[in-house]
Structures are given as C-alpha cells and as structure tokens.
C-alpha cells in the first residue's frame, strides 16, 4: 500500500480514537527513518495533551492497527503533541491561529525569498495571509512548503 493511502487508512482509523480522548488530529506521519518505519501520530487539545492522553490514544490505537493490519511490515507507532512550533495543516488550524506569530517555508522564492515571518491573518480561499513589517503578504497554499506557529525563546 502507498504511504499516502496508509496514512488516509490509519486517519480513518485513528480519529473517532483521538475525538474519544477529547483531542483532535493534528498530523500523521508514515516514514522511514535508517532501517525504521515510523507511523507517527501528532495529537492536541484545548490546554495541551498530557502523556496519558498520548498514552490511552497510543494503546487504543495499537490494538486497532494489530486487528485491522493495514500496514505489511513492522513500524513503530509514536503518539505525541506536535510541540510549541506546531505546523499549521488544515483551515481549522489556520482558523485557530490566527493572530498569533508564524513562519512560512515556500517551495520556490518570491522576490529571492523562501522564508517569511509574521502575524496569521487567516487562510481565505486557498491564499495564507500575513501581517509583516514590510506590509500583508499573500501565498497560494499550495505553494506553502511548512506554516510553524513561532516560538520566540
């Protein structure tokens, strides 16, 4: 099975899980790292998530996976918060975020630039805005390589 498709079969798996523990999907991952899969499953709530909360989703999760076996080879399952510089996926994030200072990767430059910073102003019609110090930028989000919440130490 392609890594895309396990990942659309593990969602599908996983969220009426993570929507039990009061917490809502972030992210999955399905990747190979050395000799290692890793299927990796990033999860948040309302105050931040607690080890136990990753722990029960982790458990439940694990004894599905095992029943419904979409995956043919050995992984390891990792269920963890997505950390203080959280990527920014879905429209409910960009919804959720909005104000708040975040970084944004592009593919390809826009004017010899690949990297930029600001205030999230949301996430209209497929076009990310920030509020910069040089003024409003706009990106297509397709063209968006990552979008971080910042963290300033």
């Given at each position: 099975?392609?890594?895309?498709?396990?990942?659309?079969?593990?969602?599908?798996?996983?969220?009426?899980?993570?929507?039990?523990?009061?917490?809502?999907?972030?992210?999955i991952e399905y990747v190979k790292e050395g000799h290692?899969?890793?299927?990796?499953?990033?999860?948040?709530k309302q105050g931040g998530v607690t080890v136990e909360d990753c722990q029960r989703v982790s458990e439940t999760l694990?004894?599905?996976?095992?029943e419904v076996d979409p995956i043919d080879?050995?992984?390891?399952?990792?269920?963890?918060?997505?950390g203080v510089e959280r990527p920014l996926k879905s429209q409910r994030d960009f919804?959720?975020?909005?104000g708040r200072e975040v970084e944004i990767k592009l593919y390809s430059p826009v004017d010899g630039k690949k990297e930029f910073s600001g205030v999230l102003e949301g996430l209209i019609n497929g076009v990310v805005t920030?509020?910069?110090?040089?003024?409003?930028?706009?990106?297509?989000?397709?063209?968006?390589?990552?979008?971080?919440?910042?963290?300033?130490?």
């Open positions: 099975m392609a890594k895309r498709k396990i990942e659309e079969v593990v969602e599908e798996l996983a969220v009426p899980i993570i929507e039990e523990n009061q917490c809502d999907l972030v992210d290692n899969w890793y299927l990796r499953l990033y999860i948040d694990s004894d599905v996976l095992d080879h050995s992984y390891i399952l990792e269920v963890s918060s997505p919804d959720y975020f909005k920030l509020d910069t110090p040089e003024g409003k930028l706009h990106f297509q989000k397709e063209k968006i390589a990552s979008a971080r919440l910042a963290f300033k130490f």
